[in-house]
């Protein structure tokens, strides 16, 4: 696809069968490009998908959703990527959304433990309306700290989503105003 190089100079001049990326410039976010991921990610295309996700960041786009919605396995290994991702774009003013996790993909990341690292949202109307959110609306409840509904322990969260209680593996889900639900 010529419209990824007009994107991203020299973008399709590596390929991976085993994932295909396609880029879309999201013009309502500043500096946000939708990056479509259709196969897998695990240790063998790691290398490629980072190097790939590097040159978009290099290219001056630092707000990422990754439309996951065709991305059918991730490893480990992958989600290190999407952890690496985060690092580079956020002392930048950038941050990522995962949009359309399918439920297998969805709990790789609540297993290890990512699940409240990420944005994690339904749609591209939910990824536009948190990147332009105000910050001190998102930060005034955050960082929080409350007791799990089900075994009381201690937990902090630095921000809204879904994750799992490291004591009692229980999912939970903390809204923006702080508020605390199972499931």
Avoid: H, W
Wanted: glycine letters at 6%.
């Amino acid at each position: 696809m010529s419209n990824n190089n007009n994107l991203v100079p020299g973008f399709d001049d590596e390929k991976d069968e085993s994932l295909k990326i396609s880029l879309q410039k999201c013009e309502p976010v500043e500096q946000g490009i939708v990056i479509r991921l259709n196969g897998y990610i695990d240790t063998y295309n790691s290398t490629f998908f980072r190097k790939r996700v590097n040159a978009i960041v290099e290219s001056n786009f630092i707000n990422l959703i990754f439309d996951c919605s065709s991305l059918n396995y991730v490893s480990s290994t992958g989600i290190g990527s999407f952890t690496a991702f985060l690092r580079k774009v956020k002392p930048k003013g950038g941050d990522i959304v995962l949009l359309r996790i399918q439920p297998k993909v969805y709990e790789v990341f609540q297993l290890l433990g990512f699940s409240q690292f990420f944005n994690i949202k339904e749609n591209e109307d939910e990824a536009v309306s948190f990147f332009r959110q105000e910050p001190s609306l998102t930060n005034s409840v955050f960082p929080k700290i409350f007791a799990c509904p089900v075994c009381s322990k201690r937990l902090k969260t630095t921000k809204a989503g879904r994750f799992r209680c490291s004591e009692c593996k229980s999912i939970l889900a903390i809204d923006n105003q702080g508020q605390v639900f199972l499931g």
